[in-house]
């Protein structure tokens, strides 16, 4: 039977596989007009591919800064609830060029989404096809073999599972993973009072309260998936043997139990991991390139990444 829940992510998945992507009004958020707002991403140099995956093309976006030598580079997944999202959006075209524009050049990529009958793992299957590609083409793209692998949200979901992958079938590893608001359990660990408290003044538009979380998790990867820990690696039994791992969560949340219960799960698992709780921060914070939380977030991730030189 279908709840609430289920009746709602079904109609928005409609509204997106029929009428397309939502217009974003806003409109200085492509790429001329965020080398307008910030000078220091003028150098950075922007070019469209595509990787050959399992089910077709996989669009990906590189950003570098051809006068800056390189040594991590870093393979960017967006989010958008597994049925929504574009390489345009800042969560991927402003991160791709800030990390650029301060020497880690960038691939960000897109996948298919869940819509007219695509489910888990064709949008997986996506990202491995785009990190592998990265990586034998390391030198060439990026200039350096040190690759790293990250993604927001439901991108986080991605990477994960494709971390999983790559460990089970003992391929070489990214050199850590980078998870932004992970949604990474299908059913939503509770969130602290702290967090609930902080929550309540949210608009109920913005949330992702638990029946919604399951919901989505169902949309994409359907009930067997909910037990796929390639689909959703919180439920995995070992993570033992991923990589080092970031993890930032925003503290006006309801997916930052998700963050924080993974980080636990890796530390248990004996897995090198940081866990950042933004203060100010809600979910998809990095889809807003004007806030101060998604500048320090991003400073973070850089100065993470940064580390491994």
């Known amino acids: 039977m279908l709840t609430p829940a289920d009746l709602m992510v079904r109609a ?34 922007v ?5 050959a995956g399992p089910h077709g093309p996989v669009p990906v976006r590189l950003y570098r800064d051809p006068a800056q030598s390189a040594h991590n580079a870093f393979v960017w997944v967006h989010g958008g609830a597994f049925f929504g999202g574009t390489l345009d959006m800042p969560e991927s075209n402003w991160v791709g060029l800030e990390l650029a524009a301060h020497g880690i050049p960038t691939l960000s990529v897109d996948y298919h989404k869940a819509l007219h009958g695509v ?20 030198d060439e793209l990026f200039g350096t073999a040190r690759v790293h692998l990250g993604g927001a949200s439901a991108g986080g979901a991605l990477i994960a599972g494709v971390a999983l992958r790559l460990r089970d079938a003992k391929r070489p590893l990214p050199a850590s993973l980078v998870l932004a608001y992970p949604f990474l359990h299908p059913d939503l660990p509770p969130n602290t009072a702290e967090t609930i408290a902080r929550m309540d003044d949210m608009p ?17 990867a359907r009930a067997a998936g909910l037990h796929d820990p390639y689909a959703f690696a919180g439920i995995a039994d070992d993570l033992s043997g991923l990589p080092p791992t970031y993890i930032l969560v925003a503290a006006i949340d309801d997916l930052r139990s998700s963050g924080d219960q993974f980080a636990l799960q890796l530390r248990d698992a004996g897995v090198r991991v ?9 979910h998809g914070h990095l889809n807003h390139p ?20």
Do not use: M
Request: proline share 6%.
């Open 204 to 220: 109920a538009r913005l949330r992702f309260r638990p029946p919604v979380v399951h919901a989505l998790a169902k949309h994409y």
């Open 274 to 282: 940081e866990l950042f709780a933004e203060r100010s921060a809600t």
């Open 119 to 138: 489910k888990h793992p064709i949008p997986l299957d996506d990202v491995q096809a785009a990190w592998e590609h990265a990586t034998a083409h390391a």
């Open 12 to 45: 928005a998945a409609w509204y997106v596989g029929r009428r397309g992507e939502p217009v974003d009004a806003r409109t200085d958020i492509d790429t001329a007009s965020l080398k307008r707002r910030f000078a220091h991403l003028k150098p950075v140099e």
């Open 47 to 51: 070019t469209d591919l595509t990787v």
């Open 290 to 309: 004007e806030a101060n939380s998604a500048q320090r977030s991003l400073t973070r991730i850089r100065a993470w990444i940064d580390a491994f030189s």
